[in-house]
C-alpha cells in the first residue's frame, strides 16, 4: 500500500542511548524516501529539553526538538540505553500519556519499553527490551506480557530488543506502506542478505516467571 502523505516519526533519545537504535531506524527511512516513488516519511530527533543528547559511545546529536514543541507525530520511539528503568521525567511521562491518548504509535528501542512501561503504556501488551533488562521488564511491570525476541509489534506498540534488530522492526513497518520492490532496493542498499523473522516462543504467565530460565530457554530462538 502506497501511502499518499508523509508519515511523521519523531524519534526521542534519552542520555545514554545506543547508537544503533537511532542509525539503523533513520538508514531505513532514508532509503525508503530515497527508493519511494516520494518522500514517504519525514523523521524528527527530539529531546526532552531540546538540547544535545550524549550517545553511550559519546557522540553527541543535536535535538530538532524539544518535547514543548511536539505538536503532531504519527509514531514516536523512544531511544534509550543503560538506566532507562531510572528515567521518571514528569514532562516526558505526561507527553507519553497525551500521544496516547492521540492514537499515536508508540514505541520502544532497546530499554526504551522500560520508559514506556514506566508510564503504563505497555499494560495489556506484548512487548520485549534488550536481553539485559529483560529481568527488570518482567519483575518491574507484572501488567506487561514479555516476548524474548528481536521486536514486537503489538497493535499501536512497538517494542525492540536494539542493536541490528532495529532494523528489521523498521523494514517490517516500511513494509506496511511501501510496496516490495521498494523494501527488496532498500535491503540491497543495507547490504542484507534477509530480514530476520520474529520466533513465536510461547507467552508465560506473568505471575510466576522463572526470568532466567525464560530467558535462557527462549535464547536459542533468538538467534535463528
Same mark, same amino acid.
Given at each position: 500500500?502506497?501511502?499518499?502523505?508523509?508519515?511523521?516519526?519523531?524519534?526521542?533519545?534519552?542520555?545514554?542511548?545506543?547508537?544503533?537504535?537511532?542509525?539503523?531506524?533513520?538508514?531505513?527511512?532514508?532509503?525508503? *524516501?530515497?527508493?519511494?516513488?516520494?518522500?514517504?516519511? *519525514?523523521?524528527?530527533?527530539?529531546?526532552?529539553d531540546g538540547t544535545?543528547?550524549?550517545?553511550? *559511545?559519546?557522540?553527541?546529536?543535536?535535538?530538532?526538538?524539544?518535547?514543548?514543541? #511536539?505538536?503532531?507525530?504519527?509514531?514516536?520511539?523512544?531511544?534509550?540505553?543503560?538506566?532507562?528503568?531510572?528515567?521518571?521525567?514528569?514532562?516526558?511521562?505526561?507527553?507519553?500519556?497525551?500521544?496516547?491518548?492521540?492514537?499515536?504509535?508508540?514505541?520502544?528501542?532497546?530499554?526504551?519499553?522500560?520508559?514506556?512501561?514506566?508510564?503504563?503504556?505497555? *499494560?495489556?501488551?506484548?512487548?520485549?527490551?534488550?536481553?539485559?533488562?529483560?529481568?527488570? #521488564?518482567?519483575?518491574?511491570?507484572?501488567?506487561?506480557?514479555?516476548?524474548?525476541?528481536?521486536?514486537?509489534?503489538?497493535?499501536?506498540?512497538?517494542?525492540?530488543?536494539?542493536?541490528?534488530?532495529?532494523i528489521d522492526l523498521?523494514?517490517?513497518?516500511?513494509?506496511?506502506? #511501501?510496496?516490495?520492490?521498494? #523494501?527488496?532496493?532498500?535491503?540491497?542498499?543495507?547490504?542484507?542478505?534477509?530480514?530476520?523473522?520474529?520466533?513465536?516462543?510461547?507467552?508465560?504467565?506473568?505471575?510466576?516467571?522463572?526470568?532466567?530460565?525464560?530467558?535462557?530457554?527462549?535464547?536459542?530462538?533468538?538467534?535463528?
Amino acid at each position: 500500500m502506497q501511502r499518499t502523505h508523509p508519515k511523521h516519526v519523531t524519534f526521542l533519545l534519552i542520555d545514554d542511548f545506543s547508537i544503533m537504535g537511532l542509525s539503523g531506524p533513520m538508514e531505513v527511512y532514508r532509503h525508503a *524516501n530515497r527508493f519511494g516513488p516520494k518522500a514517504a516519511y *519525514n523523521t524528527m530527533i527530539a529531546s526532552v529539553d531540546g538540547t544535545h543528547v550524549s550517545a553511550s *559511545n559519546g557522540l553527541q546529536i543535536r535535538a530538532d526538538l524539544s518535547l514543548d514543541a #511536539l505538536e503532531h507525530t504519527d509514531v514516536f520511539v523512544i531511544v534509550a540505553g543503560v538506566g532507562a528503568e531510572k528515567v521518571a521525567d514528569r514532562k516526558l511521562l505526561a507527553t507519553l500519556q497525551k500521544l496516547s491518548a492521540q492514537r499515536c504509535v508508540l514505541g520502544g528501542v532497546s530499554t526504551g519499553a522500560l520508559i514506556l512501561a514506566r508510564a503504563g503504556l505497555l *499494560n495489556g501488551y506484548r512487548a520485549t527490551v534488550h536481553w539485559e533488562s529483560f529481568t527488570s #521488564l518482567v519483575e518491574l511491570y507484572p501488567g506487561v506480557t514479555p516476548v524474548f525476541q528481536h521486536y514486537v509489534r503489538d497493535r499501536d506498540r512497538i517494542t525492540c530488543s536494539g542493536g541490528t534488530s532495529t532494523i528489521d522492526l523498521f523494514l517490517d513497518l516500511v513494509s506496511d506502506d #511501501l510496496d516490495s520492490e521498494v #523494501l527488496t532496493r532498500i535491503t540491497e542498499q543495507m547490504q542484507m542478505d534477509r530480514q530476520r523473522r520474529v520466533c513465536h516462543e510461547p507467552e508465560p504467565q506473568t505471575s510466576s516467571i522463572d526470568t532466567l530460565g525464560f530467558a535462557c530457554r527462549a535464547f536459542a530462538c533468538w538467534q535463528i
